[in-house]
């Protein structure tokens, strides 16, 4: 009679509940494995460090005049304005490289290897998030920067450093909805793809290149309800001086609320992603 091998299956290690201290020293190693792989690829740092360079001088100095004009002013009116618009739009497109980055993660099989491991599942997308707000810091320093290089003039650094808090939680809000879509779809185009169709309405019906007074009606009123508009629009008041309140509650709504439905999403389709 030949012996029988009896093997016993034990419940993976990340079913049993681990305390906050432990999924914040997970989230800590992985943020430190994303810097690593970042260093080795400076490539990655390609957009963070020219995408703020390229937008600011192509509109300042292909739009800033007629545009500037329609403010009152001239190009150095318009370098107040969009700098601003910029800082609002930097979110949304970093948000958009959390997504495909996460999606070549799973093809390249290393969330395979995360998920085998007795980890908290959110502290990967903690750390992903984390390490995408450090890159999106990169390029607001740089764009603030070739901002005052062409003319913007700070009227306020308490206002100016409220701005770009505002700007990262909103911006952390949107990599909630790109890490969903880089777990639902296939691929990384895909997820490309997609984040153009939800940005390019977002950014260009909005008043973060342009005043919305000069739009037909019927887009005045979608960027009414703009989470962009009302960010850029924030993010001026508190740098250059004007009205605040409203539009900083509305970001501060918006993020909340993208965060609140997107967050346990994201969560919930990587831990059961086949």
Same mark, same amino acid.
């Not at 020219?50 to 007629?66: A, E, N, Q």
């Not at 609002?88 to 290897?113: C, H, I, K, L, W």
């Not at 740089?142 to 700007?167: E, N, P, Q, R, Y």
């Not at 949107?174 to 990384?188: E, H, I, P, R």
């Given at each position: 009679?030949?012996?029988?091998?009896?093997?016993?299956?034990?419940?993976? $290690?990340?079913?049993?509940?681990?305390?906050? =201290?432990?999924?914040?020293?997970?989230?800590?190693?992985?943020? =430190?494995?994303?810097?690593?792989?970042?260093?080795?690829?400076?490539?990655?740092?390609?957009?963070?460090?020219?995408?703020?360079?390229?937008?600011?001088?192509?509109?300042?100095?292909?739009?800033?005049?007629?545009?500037?004009?329609?403010?009152?002013?001239? %190009?150095?009116?318009?370098? %107040?304005?969009?700098?601003?618009? &910029? &800082?609002?739009?930097?979110?949304?497109?970093?948000?958009?490289?959390?997504?495909?980055?996460?999606?070549?993660?799973?093809?390249?099989?290393?969330?395979?290897?995360?998920?085998?491991?007795? *980890?908290?599942?959110?502290?990967?997308?903690?750390?992903? *998030?984390?390490?995408?707000?450090?890159?999106? &810091?990169?390029?607001? $320093?740089?764009?603030?920067?070739?901002?005052?290089?062409?003319?913007?003039?700070?009227?306020?650094?308490?206002? #100016?450093?409220?701005?770009?808090?505002?700007?990262?939680?909103?911006?952390?809000?949107?990599?909630?909805?790109? #890490?969903? #879509?880089?777990?639902?779809?296939?691929?990384? %185009?895909?997820?490309?793809?997609?984040?153009?169709?939800? &940005?390019?309405?977002?950014?260009?019906?909005?008043?973060?290149?342009?005043?919305? %007074?000069?739009?037909?009606?019927?887009?005045?009123?979608?960027?009414?309800?703009?989470?962009?508009?009302?960010?850029?629009? $924030? $993010? =001026?008041?508190?740098?250059?001086?004007?009205?605040?309140?409203?539009?900083?509650?509305?970001?501060?709504?918006?993020?909340?609320?993208?965060?609140?439905?997107?967050?346990?999403?994201?969560?919930?389709?990587?831990?059961?992603?086949?």
């Amino acid at each position: 009679m030949s012996a029988t091998t009896v093997t016993t299956t034990t419940a993976p $290690a990340s079913d049993t509940p681990i305390p906050l =201290r432990g999924h914040l020293r997970h989230t800590g190693a992985l943020v =430190r494995r994303n810097l690593l792989w970042i260093r080795q690829d400076p490539e990655s740092m390609f957009d963070a460090v020219l995408m703020p360079i390229v937008f600011t001088l192509l509109f300042v100095f292909v739009f800033g005049g007629s545009i500037g004009q329609a403010l009152g002013g001239g %190009q150095d009116e318009y370098v %107040q304005y969009v700098v601003p618009g &910029l &800082l609002a739009m930097m979110g949304m497109n970093m948000a958009m490289g959390v997504g495909t980055g996460f999606n070549q993660d799973f093809n390249s099989g290393v969330m395979d290897r995360f998920r085998s491991l007795p *980890i908290g599942r959110g502290s990967v997308l903690f750390a992903k *998030i984390a390490v995408e707000l450090l890159r999106m &810091l990169v390029a607001v $320093a740089i764009l603030l920067v070739v901002g005052m290089l062409v003319g913007f003039d700070v009227t306020s650094w308490g206002g #100016l450093l409220a701005a770009v808090g505002l700007a990262v939680v909103f911006g952390s809000s949107l990599m909630w909805v790109f #890490l969903t #879509l880089g777990v639902v779809l296939k691929n990384a %185009q895909a997820v490309q793809g997609m984040g153009f169709l939800v &940005l390019m309405p977002l950014q260009f019906g909005s008043s973060v290149f342009a005043p919305p %007074q000069s739009m037909p009606g019927w887009l005045q009123a979608f960027t009414d309800y703009n989470p962009l508009s009302t960010l850029a629009d $924030a $993010a =001026r008041g508190l740098m250059v001086g004007g009205p605040v309140a409203h539009d900083l509650l509305m970001t501060v709504g918006w993020s909340v609320a993208i965060t609140a439905v997107m967050a346990p999403i994201a969560i919930h389709k990587f831990k059961n992603k086949n």
